[in-house]
């Protein structure tokens, strides 16, 4: 059967929220972004499919995983219904305050979203992710993914003409997942109405709209207009070639051979950056953007713009957080006085970067490491020996979290423990004043030769 084939009901309102996958990156951390009252916050308790059957051997363990990623992705009879305006709408409306001092846009990225934090402003993804289930599908069948995903975006896309759909197989990342559903970023070409509604109503007079964008590369295969697949993704730590050697299995000849390399899925599309421009020439804000060739080079820039700021209005920035993932808090790493470094994920070059920040940076007193176990065992993921080595750069105190220590690494946590690690090794500190639109950008130019950052 094909996907024309299965029968479809007549279209009715689709609730936005819905159509994000509550495992991916966005949705953390836009949940991390706009946390829910104290006690309240059930996302917070959400465990990652890949989390979930523990106690199941290993080959039963997969056939429950792959059930309930069917189960938890977004039904046929929602694709038709997909409005990627109403996702932005639902995004933007996230945010209660009436003004904010400063919006920043761009690729998935925890320290984008600790930076917005550091200014008291919002943060808002100019991509996301939805998974719809593949009957009949398997990890290593890349090829039936992209001909069950053609069908898929194009109907997509003949209701979201503003959008493009970037196509992701991986398994080393999603292990049995992408056996059972097939992984779809859309990303918006125009900027959605909600975002210049937002820029021009809820941006302060003189604030600043802040770009930050991933520039890594990867082969990306054509499949039709708007719709483009890439195998495997840098977030692994892997590169294409090595996905070409067959680390994670794919059936069929060489998988990269005839693609060329474009932005890959967090990248987002380019031609936002003009429109983001305009609008704010027409509003008299200040805009900018920063490119970023590794996730690790944004992390360190704002982990020690953080220490630096902490040092000069309170006398402190010795207590230090390593975060991973989805495991993030922004709010809560501001009441608690501590310096955030963002970890894209468990592979082996973005704990390798923060080795070499922490190498590179006066010793903190007190450093807590907290990995998220990626769900999969590959060779590609760092192993508890490195993430412990991290800690022993404590000038006194270092940790690791034992709960996702025991966990990894197949079995990711819910990001309640981030919030159970920074209250656990961390006491509230006194406020201190946010971070001025001024003093971000100018630290930018300073320290982005240095960064490899490039600002404009």
């Known amino acids: 059967m094909t996907l024309s084939e299965v029968p479809r009901p007549p279209r009715g309102r689709l609730r ?13 951390l836009i949940d991390a972004a706009t946390p829910g009252p104290a006690g309240a916050d059930r996302r917070l308790r959400y465990v990652p499919l890949l989390g979930r059957r523990g106690e199941l051997p290993d080959d039963a ?6 059930a309930e990623a069917t189960a938890a992705a977004l ?9 990627a305006e109403a996702v932005a709408g639902w995004l933007s409306g996230r945010y209660a305050e009436p003004a904010y001092p400063a919006v920043v846009f761009g690729s998935p990225h925890g320290s984008a979203v600790h930076l917005a934090a550091a200014l008291g402003g919002a943060w808002l993804p100019t991509s996301f992710r939805l998974r719809v289930p593949w009957p009949g599908g398997s990890p290593e069948n890349w090829t039936g993914a992209a001909e069950w995903g053609r069908e898929v975006a194009g109907r997509i896309l003949a209701a979201n003409p503003t959008i493009s759909v ?4 991986d398994p080393v990342l999603d292990g049995p997942l992408c056996g059972a559903t ?4 859309l990303r918006w070409r125009r900027l959605p109405a909600a975002y210049s509604r937002f820029l021009r109503t809820r941006l302060a007079p003189g604030g600043l709209s802040l770009t930050l964008r991933d520039l890594r590369t990867w082969p990306v295969h054509h499949l039709a207009p708007g719709h483009t697949m890439q195998l495997g993704s840098p977030v692994s730590g892997l590169s294409a070639h090595e996905y070409d050697l067959g680390e994670p299995g794919l059936r069929g000849t060489p998988t990269h051979r005839d693609a060329l390399p474009q932005y890959a899925e967090a990248g987002g599309e380019a031609a936002l950056e003009t429109e983001v421009r ?12 920063a490119l970023y ?9 704002v982990a020690d713009l953080y220490r630096g700021h902490l040092r000069a209005v309170a006398g402190r920035g010795e207590s230090c957080l390593i975060e991973t993932g989805r495991l993030i808090s922004p709010s809560r790493v501001i009441e608690h006085g501590l310096v955030p470094y963002w970890c894209e994920s468990a592979a082996l070059p973005a704990i390798d970067a923060a080795e070499w920040w922490l190498a590179g940076s006066d010793p903190f007193d007190r450093l807590s490491v907290l990995p998220e176990p990626p769900g999969t065992a590959a060779g590609a993921h760092a192993g508890l020996v490195q993430w412990r080595s991290l800690a022993r750069f404590a000038r006194h105190d270092g940790w690791v979290d034992r709960l996702a220590a025991g966990r990894y690494p197949t079995l990711p946590i819910p990001r309640s423990n981030v919030v159970r690690v920074i209250t656990q090794r961390a006491a509230p500190a006194a406020p201190v004043p946010l971070m001025t639109n001024q003093q971000v950008i100018a630290a ?10 490039f600002v404009d």
């Open 182 to 185: 097939v992984t779809l970023h």
């Open 444 to 453: 930018l130019r300073q320290q982005a030769p240095t960064c490899g950052i």
């Open 166 to 169: 970037r196509q992701v197989h």
């Open 61 to 66: 363990r997969k056939v429950a995983l792959r």
């Open 75 to 83: 039904p046929d009879n929602a694709i038709d219904r997909i409005d």
């Open 293 to 301: 060739s590794s996730p690790d080079t944004l992390s360190r820039f």
């Open 16 to 28: 936005p929220d819905t159509v994000l996958d509550p495992d991916s990156l966005v949705r953390a």
């Open 278 to 289: 305009h609008l704010a020439a027409l509003a008299g804000h200040h805009t900018h953007r």
